[in-house]
């Protein structure tokens, strides 16, 4: 079992940064991979990005392409996304959760453990 605890959420203005933690308890951690996701209010949650089991590759989708980064330290159990130039379209609550498989085809049911989110605001 993992267990996943996010945060580096808060409230930033537009253009600014952040970045967000995802810390894993388990050995087996790194034979996960891990995605972002996020839910914005009033609307369903959304993948954002994945980063595969060594860190050697990661995807994001198109909205935040070039401004998302996703890294990984096995080390520490622990995956980082840094969040650039951000949008107020990019407000929502941001979750961490693992599955087994990378590629693509990030669908909620797939995730086998989730996070409990962390609070991405921006706003003027």
């Known amino acids: 079992q993992v267990q996943l605890v996010e945060s580096g959420g808060g409230l930033v203005q537009p253009g600014g940064s952040l970045r967000l933690t995802c810390a894993a308890s388990?050995?087996?951690?790194?034979?996960?991979?891990v995605g972002w996701f996020r839910q914005a209010p009033g609307k369903e949650r959304e993948f954002v990005a994945a980063?595969?089991?060594?860190?050697?590759?990661?995807n994001v989708v198109d909205s935040v392409r070039g401004r998302f980064s996703v890294s990984r330290d096995n080390a520490k159990n622990t995956v980082y996304m840094q969040m650039n130039s951000l949008k107020p379209e990019d407000t929502g609550v941001y979750f961490c959760?693992?599955?087994?498989?990378?590629?693509?085809?990030?669908?909620?049911?797939?995730?086998?453990?989730w996070g409990q989110g962390t609070q991405v605001t921006v706003s003027s």
């Open positions: 388990g050995s087996t951690f790194n034979t996960y991979a």
């Open positions: 980063i595969n089991y060594s860190g050697s590759d990661e």
């Open positions: 959760g693992v599955r087994e498989s990378y590629g693509t085809g990030w669908r909620l049911s797939s995730v086998v453990y």
